[in-house]
């Protein structure tokens, strides 16, 4: 039987999933939260059998090598245990690829460094990312590590998406353009897409919504990327829970210069205090969809500029991909929110699209289909699994 270990390290987390690959089923998962800081709480759920129990307990975690012991202990107290169930790789998402990921890539000395060098493009992620597959690597010596890139599956946009109309020259010193993340969920979902239709993928033509607390659009042709709405860092694009999304880019030199906002302000306000939270004052769409629903005037309308943006990129994508075959809902609010469904999508039956209210309204788990018998365009709900897909990736390249 072979396992796999997957890793995602945050600053302050460390997420892990163990999967036993030939049935590609959970063995256990966790989360370890507030490393660094005074009480970690760390949370370890063993499944067997379709039977989940969980573990809790608070402890100092001093840093991610800290960590992997906490996680190794809890295997050794709690199960499964991690000598009968050995990983043969452990695979790590990494947010940045850059230019120069594209594909799952074996942890080098060399491949972290150019890890390290991308950084500057996302500073809250890589680092962090980094420092898991140091003390990975410590905790877990004698077998390899995959990175699987988050901005890997957008590799295929061309120039005309993937290029920022400023100075070329400018944009190519500082590697500024768009790169787009994920992606291991967009390359997921679009082919549980494909498998769960029967049809083949080379032939589908897909817009999966990846709506969590982070949101994304990509435009899936025949399974390549060829857009999506996150660009050079995952800020833009759909509103989120606590970012803007577009917006027009003088907005930051007026705010500069009339409110005397810096750099790093501009930066928190945009990344941490914007989206829904700015909008309404609540930044989970449970809370926003519930007091729309009372009759709050914030609420209702950080809802509609968030389904307004959704129905945006919906259009520009059937255009760009010159019409569309399945439209799928992900993460978080896609897989949940029956209000979001119904209403991104409302009033496009002349483009082909129906959704059936007693369909979309099902409490069913699992992929299902939510459109009308005869809409042109079948839309879809597909949970989407990024830990499965870095394991199956991770697996790939051992
Ligand atoms: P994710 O990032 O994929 O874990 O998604 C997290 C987000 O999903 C949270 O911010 C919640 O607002 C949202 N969510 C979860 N359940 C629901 C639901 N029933 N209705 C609306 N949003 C939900």
Redesign the pocket.
Known sequence: MSAVLVVNSGSSSLKYQLIEMEGESVLASGLIERIGEQTGSVKHTVTAGGDDETFRTTEPVADHTAAFRVMIAAFEQHGPSLQENAPVVVGHRVVHGGKRFFEPTVVTDLVKINIEDLSDLAPLHNPANLDGITAAQKAFPNVPHVAVFDTAFHSTLSPAAFSYAIDAELAEKNRVRRYGFHGTSHKFVSEATAAFLGRPLGDLKTIVL?????ASACAVDGGRSVDTSMGLTPLEGLVM?TRSGDLDPAVLVHLHRKAGLGFDELDTLLNRRSGLLGLSGR???????EAAGAGDDRAELALEVYLHRLKHYVGAYIAELGGVDAIVFT??????????RERSLAGLERLGISIDPERNASAERGARVISTDDSAVTVLVVP?NEELEIARQSLSVV
């Open positions: 990846h709506l969590g607390n982070g829970g930044g989970d769409m449970r809370d926003v969809v993460a978080g609010v896609g897989e949940n929110s029956v209000v979001v989407t």
